[in-house]
Structure formats: structure tokens, C-alpha cells
């Protein structure tokens, strides 16, 4: 059993465009794909006349396995769904963003749970928690 799931529509895995955002947004909606970047100048075979590239996959441990395989590939990042989002332009300053995305995440961030109906306006409620970002994690 993963501790991550897998791309929510397999048959689109490889379809979603190589520009997205990286990181942030602490909720996530889905996982559209696993994305192992690749560096010539660190080894990998150069396919792209010089320039990095990744490859795909539908499931977290086809990445794994594909990243320490193959020099000069890094970690497996996540390609994240962001329906809506908090963004946090200073610390502590939080903004709710209705504004759908893509951005590419370390895999760890998808421990936190996956976003709810409930999320977000808990997150911003008077009632919330002192460390708000507990309800990001599940633990409220």
C-alpha cells in the first residue's frame, strides 16, 4: 500500500503542461501525475541538447524507483490540483485564493490531508485554533 495516491486520471498523466507554479498553497485537491526531473550537468543522459526534462509516472513508487535508478534525477515531485488555495505572502499574513493552479510539490507535503469542504473556512474562522496551520495538517 502507498503513502501517496496516485494520479487521479491516468489517462492524462503526461498531458499537463511543464511550466506550472512549485509549492505552496498548503491544500491540495488532487495529484495529477509524479514528475522526476533530470539534469544533463548532473549526469543524466543528455536527450534535450543540454537542457533538463522529466519523465512521468502514475504512482509515487515509479518515480522512487525511476529517481534512484537514474543519475542526475532528482526527488519525485507531485503535480498538485489547487482548486483554491491560502497563500502566505508574509509570515504569519494569510490570503484565500479561488483561483484554480497547478504547482509541482515535494511528495511529503501530501501528508497533510486532502482539502475539504470544511478546510479553508475552518482555517480562517475566529474560532480556529491559535496554530491555524494544525487544521492543515489534521490535527484539529
Not at 62 to 79: M, R
Request: net charge negative; glycine share 8%.
Amino acid at each position: 500500500m502507498s503513502n501517496y495516491p496516485t494520479a487521479e486520471d491516468p489517462n492524462k498523466v503526461g498531458n499537463y503542461p511543464a511550466a506550472v507554479g512549485a509549492g505552496g498553497g498548503y491544500v491540495w485537491d488532487a495529484v495529477l501525475e509524479y514528475r522526476v526531473w533530470c539534469h544533463p550537468h548532473d549526469g543524466a543522459p543528455d536527450t534535450e541538447n543540454g537542457d533538463d526534462y522529466y519523465y512521468v509516472f502514475e504512482t509515487y513508487e515509479e518515480a522512487q524507483k525511476f529517481s534512484i535508478e537514474t543519475t542526475g534525477a532528482e526527488e519525485p515531485l507531485a503535480l498538485v490540483l489547487q482548486k483554491e488555495h491560502i497563500e502566505e505572502p508574509k509570515p504569519g499574513e494569510f490570503v484565500h485564493i479561488t483561483e484554480e493552479r497547478l504547482t509541482e510539490w515535494p511528495t511529503e507535503f501530501l501528508s497533510r490531508p486532502r482539502r475539504t469542504e470544511k478546510t479553508i473556512p475552518d482555517f480562517f474562522s475566529p474560532n480556529a485554533p491559535s496554530n491555524r496551520v494544525d487544521i492543515l495538517r489534521g490535527s484539529v
